[in-house]
């Protein structure tokens, strides 16, 4: 039997065909809309689904998607990073294909992935923990997914970690951990950084000159030795991501925790290193283990394809709301 797995990230949608072992026999990735309406969405996802699976017989669809959700619904009220604010999921997908849809947070989904088909099989507490654009989570405690009333019980991203910060997230919060520390944020926050402090850096000289620096560029200048870079990551940016990781830990008292996300993955050790250094400053409960997803990229595609390959027992009630969906 064949599922299909969508990741529907703030920039790109990755749309896969999974099989019941968790391996993906095929996969594609399309962007964002940049504009359109609350249909938009699932009919770029629509047309995605259609182009990959061709004639196979599709049993279900898995969809892992940013956030904030609301689960009854199956939409996305108001997602911070995306180009379009709100969106339709789940109605038009059913309509459209008449087969089971799932429809879960994306790292929600990411740690079903790792509970069925990764590292975390045999695992009871579990959280994963993406690094993209933005940070999420997906957390289960007991061999229970949480869920909560509207399915953002891990928005761990917007949890509070500096009270004084005048950084405002793209919720409209402030001091959140994801505006302090994600992927969309390293550019302007590396600014308020810089604020009052001088460097002998090419990036401070880039910075004072008000170029555009990217987070990618602020690693790479990392890697080449420059001082702004080194002192902004080592002592700013894994303060952040250990103190946000130890929140997570004192919440959940998780066995293992995995990271994940473009932002992680592509920085493995220096994340290790960065996050062991501080984490005890932080923490009140023995450590979790940490590691990385062996699955990559593709830990959202996996996850969302395990979501409605074996459904949480949480996400039951919303499941059996959509098949008023179904002629």
Known sequence: ??????????????????????????????????????????????????????????????IGSIGPLDLKSGIVPLAPNAPIKRFKLVEPIIREFQIPVVLGNDAMAAVWGEYVFGIGKGIRNLVYITFSTGIGAGVIVDGHLLIGKDGNAHEIGHAVIDIDSNIQCGCGGYGHWEALGSGANVPRVIREFVKGKTYRSRLYERLSRNEYVSTEEVFQAYYDGDELARDFIDNFLMRVHAAGIATVMNAYDPELMVLGGSMALNNKELFRAGIERYLGRYLTVRAARIEFTEFGDDIGIVGAAALVYKVPDSLREFVEGYNKYLQ
């Not at 968790?22 to 609350?38: A, C, F, N, W, Y």
């Not at 249909?39 to 990959?52: P, S």
């Open 1 to 62: 039997m064949v599922y299909i797995g969508i990741d529907v990230g703030a920039t790109f949608i990755r749309v896969g065909l999974v099989d019941e072992g968790g391996s993906i026999i095929d996969k594609l990735k399309v962007r964002q809309p940049s504009s359109g309406d609350e249909n938009t969405v699932a009919e770029v996802i629509i047309k995605a689904v259609k182009d990959l699976a061709k004639s196979k017989s599709i049993v279900g669809i898995g």
